[in-house]
């Protein structure tokens, strides 16, 4: 959890309670390992505006033009 907070500039404890807010509406499903919590996502919405956001970001790198 560490790692992700960090990643995201939060504490571990909001990251917490964003997930769990997710798993709370559906959005994420949850599956423990020991002392680990792996999360996925289940809501095929989600997963859709993921693909579409790396698509589009991918096409505007594609169109920036490159530096000299």
Same mark, same amino acid.
């Given at each position: 959890? /560490?790692?992700?907070?960090?990643? @995201?500039?939060? %504490?571990? !404890?909001?990251? /917490?309670? !964003?997930? %769990?807010?997710? @798993?709370?509406?559906?959005?994420?499903?949850? %599956?423990?390992?020991?002392?680990? +919590?792996?999360? %996925? +996502? @289940?809501?095929?919405? @989600?997963?859709?505006?993921?693909? !579409?956001?790396?698509? +589009? /970001?991918?096409?505007?790198?594609?169109?920036?033009?490159?530096? /000299?």
């Amino acid at each position: 959890m /560490s790692d992700l907070a960090e990643a @995201v500039g939060m %504490r571990a !404890q909001a990251v /917490s309670n !964003q997930l %769990r807010k997710l @798993v709370d509406l559906g959005v994420l499903d949850t %599956r423990r390992h020991g002392n680990h +919590i792996h999360y %996925r +996502i @289940v809501e095929p919405c @989600v997963t859709k505006l993921l693909h !579409q956001g790396l698509c +589009i /970001s991918g096409e505007q790198l594609l169109r920036r033009p490159r530096a /000299s």
